[in-house]
């Protein structure tokens, strides 16, 4: 015998539909991390200024674009903890090793222009360039330069140019220093050996590597408060004084000039808006000025970069993996692709990253050497990827004591 059919069903469901509607449109809203992220970059602020509240930090800048606009824009704190004017999204800060990517960026489009070859050995155009493995030398290319894949060990002759020895020689010493493996084979940070692009800038273009990067990017993207050097920046009109821990306070001290004798490495100077502007066209926002086959080829991973991933907090929990491109790190954040850089140098510290498949990118920068504020880029991130929330600002737990 058939079974009767069930009128009430399908009436119930009628009555249910608009209700099941407006779940399904917020279950949906819920799982787009796309939805209203102007108001997170809202929320971003309010964390960041209670952040730099409760931390007792100088001054910072931040700086959040999504789709490629900017959706953010701040200044936090003072340029000096003694002279008490306001950080304002213009205020120069230093960079520190976010330059690199402006490194690799420049070899890219010179690499376009036919002026270099991203494989060719740079003993081509730097003859007097030898390590103490002369085969060896004759292997180091401009990528494995920019990817640290040069073969020496981790900050090759860095506390030498910390004691202000000049880098000329540094780089003449290269040839003295030992190879922890063959060119190609191993990572190894670096900012002496990176700084040697300049020197291929120069050999093939027969102008300074600073000019170069102010022509070819600084200008034509409108980053008109970035600048190299010292004295650049103590010229700007507003700039964020170092401040190093003394007493159990910071206090307000000179820009080191030793960096800045490597200008690839870590010789910029820049605003928040004008990394705004940056990170921008590292999105591909600008093709007019970085072509997308250009993006790809300085974002594609390199080596990998393993000591990444083994941090506590938000790497340890975040990343799956960790590379080196051409002057960014590039890395697997709970499965997405994450471009990211930070820097750090006597009395400033800095970080820029960003999602390609999402469109939103962060930058911050500050005048002190306080660790509170990388926790913005994981809060940023996580916020940005739909990925449950975290207090990544929390100060971490103590250490365990050992027996």
Not at 28 to 51: G, K, N, T, V, Y
Not at 139 to 155: C, D, E, P
């Amino acid at each position: 015998m058939p079974r009767k059919k069930d009128s009430t069903a399908p009436r119930l469901v009628r009555l249910l539909a608009p209700a099941l509607l407006a779940l399904a449109g917020l279950a949906h809203a819920a799982a787009d991390p796309r939805q209203d992220f102007s108001q997170e970059a809202r929320e971003l602020e309010r964390i960041a200024e209670q952040m730099v509240a409760r931390a007792r930090i100088p001054g910072m800048a931040m700086a959040i674009v999504e789709d490629g606009k900017v959706v953010s824009l701040r200044g936090y704190g003072v340029v000096d903890s003694k002279l008490r004017d306001p950080v304002t999204p213009d205020t120069a800060f230093r960079i520190a090793s976010l330059s690199k990517a402006f490194a690799g960026t420049i070899s890219g489009l010179l690499v376009r222009d036919g002026a270099m070859g991203w494989d060719s050995p740079i003993v081509n155009q730097l003859p007097a360039f030898t390590l103490r493995d002369g085969e060896a030398a004759q292997r180091i290319t401009v990528r494995k330069i920019l990817s640290h894949q040069v073969g020496l060990a981790y900050n090759t002759y860095d506390r030498d140019l910390e004691a202000d020895q000049p880098y000329p020689l540094l780089a003449q010493k290269l040839s003295q220093a030992p190879l922890t493996c063959s060119p190609g084979e191993c990572y190894g940070y670096q900012n002496i050996a990176f700084s040697l692009v300049g020197d291929m800038v120069f050999a093939t273009t027969g102008d300074f590597y600073a000019h170069q990067v102010e022509k070819r990017i600084f200008h034509p993207l409108g980053m008109y408060g970035a600048t190299f050097g010292r004295d650049e920046l103590e010229a700007s009109p507003s700039w964020a004084r170092p401040h190093v821990r003394s007493g159990g306070t910071w206090v307000p001290v000179r820009p080191k000039e030793n960096y800045y004798r490597v200008p690839p490495a870590a010789g910029i100077n820049a605003s928040a808006r004008d990394m705004a502007q940056w990170l921008i066209a590292q999105m591909g926002h600008r093709p007019d000025v970085l072509p997308p086959e250009l993006l790809a080829e300085i974002q594609e991973p390199q080596v990998e970069t393993p000591g990444e991933i083994r941090g506590s907090g938000w790497r340890g929990e975040r990343l799956r993996a960790a590379h080196y491109a051409l002057g960014w790190r590039v890395y697997d954040y709970a499965g997405h692709t994450v471009v990211f850089h930070g820097g750090a140098v006597q009395g400033y510290r800095a970080l820029a990253g960003f999602v390609p498949e999402r469109g939103v990118g962060i930058v911050v920068l500050w005048n002190s050497e306080s660790t509170a504020p990388w926790g913005l880029l994981p809060v940023t991130l996580d916020r940005a990827l739909g990925l449950p929330r975290k207090d990544w600002l929390a100060p971490p737990p103590p250490a365990r004591r050992r027996r």
